[in-house]
């Protein structure tokens, strides 16, 4: 059976000019845009949705470009490559650039030696479905991979246990917690957690669910005026149409998800869901099929755990109150 291919869509696990697979089916392609429907299948199956890994790096390189004000088809050019291949190694999903290509690309934008050392390192093992990225929690280039999973997903899901979700928090609330964790670059990782609340005012932008562990509400990081003015954004955020807030009760008397830790999950139209969990001085990032669904399951349980939306905007309001009168 012969397939034709939308334009859209390409196999990188073939050879540049589609002429023989690489990946071992020895499979010969005849035409550019013409594959075998099973070879089709079965490399889709292996590439479709980018690694955690692989759609930071593409971020990154695409960040590196724009910030030099170089388009695609001028890198291009200085590459002597096609502007395709270079939007398709930036979007993540559907390509990964070798460690000697992002190198090339680097030197070519002008990147000093050590980003493009840094960057060459994300590129080993970018094909990898589970990454640990060391550093400072909210460090910049942790908080740029969570800008581009949150744009590009339909569904972001924030399981908060006892700092409140970053897409809601205040400049104030975010320096507090940033401060917390390191002195260093906190005003530019504030800017960058704020600059995060703009895919939620887009047409596209995803559903966001923030499902909220009652203690958060009531430990005041950064002081009580400070948290006050943090609940009564969130309340006020809660009546987005693209967003949920669900409180969950501090007095379960059972043992549930939440009870673990915080985490993230990030669900794609088109790709696996990847999970992130911030640890003291790491991040790790899952994309195992069998991780997506357990934390998929474990937000259907807090969510039948929680509050309705309507209580839970009551009890943040109230506690918003309760921590204005107790300064």
Known sequence: MILLLPLDHWCIWCAPDWSVCTSGCNYTIEGKKIVDAQHYDWCMARTNGGTPRARALGAELRQAREERGVGVRELARRLGTDHSKISRYESGVSATPSPEYVASVLTALGVSESERERLAS???????????????????????????????????VEVSTMVLPGLLQTSDYARAVMTGASNNDVEARVALRLGRREVLTRGNGPHFTALILETALRTPIGGRGVLAEQLRQIADMAAWPNVTVQVIPSDIETWHPAHVGAFILFEFPKSKPIVHIEQYSSAVFLHEPEDGQAYQEAVGKLRQLAMSPVESTEIIARTAKEMENSQ
């Open 122 to 156: 994300v590129a080993r093992g970018a094909n990898e479905a589970t990454w640990v990225s060391t550093g400072v929690p909210g460090a910049q280039h942790e908080l740029t991979t969570l800008i581009e999973f949150e744009r590009d997903a339909s569904q972001v």
